[in-house]
């Protein structure tokens, strides 16, 4: 089976004003800088975009302002992290009428389950409420519910799960996907700092998070591992990683808007709880976001 989508699909930041409220017109703009980088898609209202911070009508606003300013040029997808598989449903039929192109879809936040089969219930009712494609997010570390494998292949026969966004954290998952459920799905990887071990290993997207801030050397770099010339992919990883482990810590959301804002792409502003960085911890992570502006690699501009 060929893959539905493949590429980088950067998990797009939610722009916010300094009050709180939603930055559309910031959000369009660097979705814009994105998409002339070069990305083949853009997902919306993910973790790193501050998803389950947003009340239900923003959500739609989102979504509704993301389609109208990318106009069909690639897939406009919005992460699905509602409470209740009503709630879910409900969602991905309403931004099917938004135009949306796709979702990206997480467990239920509303507990850890410990039962596999709630989990494969809520994913499939879902995916009856609609018939766009979507890509499976299993991310264990953080929502405490693993998709494993073999759950995987229990959905194959649900036609529209066409992709799976792999955040586990164990590049051994890669290569027991490919033995468990063959090309039965397009892989990306969600984990920036393990990207260049998992395209080794052979995926065919990446659900980016500091290529926000860095989107032309996040796709050369994409490109190079496309091409197999590991030796300049290599190059640019090594300046790359120091930033890229902003994207595994709790505060990512904060880290990764921050290096937005010194690369002149957008706003720190995050929707509270979440707060902006303060006192050591914002002069630690400064350091290390300008330290990689001072030393980015020379791409050539994408004519």
Request: charged share 25%; hydrophobic share 40%.
């Amino acid at each position: 089976m060929k893959p539905h989508w493949q590429g980088v699909f950067p998990a797009v930041t939610t722009q916010l004003k300094k009050d709180g409220s939603l930055d559309l017109h910031g959000t369009a703009r660097h979705v814009e800088a994105l998409l002339h980088s070069g990305v083949t898609g853009v997902i919306m209202l993910g973790s790193l975009g501050e998803n389950q911070s947003l009340d239900p009508d923003e959500k739609r606003r989102v979504i509704e302002a993301t389609v109208k300013a990318v106009d069909g040029r690639v897939p406009v997808l919005s992460g699905v992290a509602e409470t209740s598989a009503v709630a879910a449903c409900r969602y991905v039929r309403d931004c099917e009428k938004l135009g949306a192109d796709g979702f990206m879809l997480m467990p239920s936040m509303v507990y850890k389950s410990p039962d596999p089969r709630e989990t494969l219930v809520y994913f499939r009712a879902v995916a009856k409420a609609t018939g766009l494609p979507i890509m499976i997010y299993n991310n264990p570390i953080s929502y405490g519910n693993d998709i494993t494998p073999e759950m995987f292949a229990a959905l194959a026969d649900q036609k529209n799960f066409v992709a799976l966004k792999e955040s586990s954290g164990n590049t051994r998952r890669i290569t027991d996907l490919h033995n468990t459920v063959g090309d039965r799905y397009a892989i990306f990887t969600g984990v920036d700092d393990l990207a260049l071990e998992c395209a080794i290993i052979g995926i065919d997207g990446w659900v980016a998070g500091v290529g926000l801030a860095f989107p032309r050397e996040n796709q050369s770099f994409w490109e190079l591992t496309r091409r197999g010339e590991w030796g300049k992919a290599r190059e640019i990883y090594r300046w790359f990683t120091p930033l890229l482990h902003l994207d595994t810590h709790p505060k990512f959301v904060q880290y990764i808007k921050l290096a937005v804002q010194e690369c002149g792409l957008g706003s720190e502003w995050v929707r509270a709880p979440r707060l902006p960085l303060v006192g050591e911890e914002r002069k630690q992570i400064l350091k290390i976001i300008r330290d990689g502006i001072a030393r980015r690699p020379r791409i050539p501009s994408r004519k």
